[in-house]
């Protein structure tokens, strides 16, 4: 398995951005499908994009227009930019990663997790 370590998160103004980064202990450069997940209090872990091992993205519907997921591969690093944000963004968000071609959003498919970064954002 790989090791991730997000960094990032923190408290924002409603409207505002952040970046958070997702730096992995070995190259995913190639064969590893990559996404950000977020888990607000009290509710459900939801998958909100991913990049796949093919380079194919895709966005939830939540975030759409609003997020991006890049992966700067000299540095084994996932990022998440986040713009336009709004109180119901605020969660703890996990980078996850798989070996394989995995083209979901779902959790069970993913076998490397994060420990999550918070970002807060108020109204």
């Known amino acids: 398995q790989v090791r991730l370590v997000e960094s990032g998160g923190g408290s924002v103004q409603a409207g505002g951005s952040l970046t958070l980064s997702c730096t992995a202990s070995?190259?995913?450069?190639?064969?590893?499908?990559m996404a950000w997940f977020r888990q607000a209090p009290g509710k459900g872990r939801e998958g909100i994009t991913y990049?796949?091992?093919?380079?194919?993205?895709r966005d939830a519907d939540s975030v759409k227009g609003r997020f991006a997921i890049s992966q700067d591969k000299s540095k084994n690093t996932l990022y998440l930019q986040m713009n336009s944000l709004k109180p119901e963004d605020t969660g703890m968000y996990y980078c996850a990663g798989t070996p394989i071609y995995c083209h979901t959003l779902r959790s069970d498919a993913y076998s490397s997790w994060g420990q999550g970064t918070q970002v807060t954002v108020s109204s």
């Open positions: 070995r190259n995913i450069a190639s064969g590893y499908c």
């Open positions: 990049a796949d091992s093919d380079g194919s993205t």
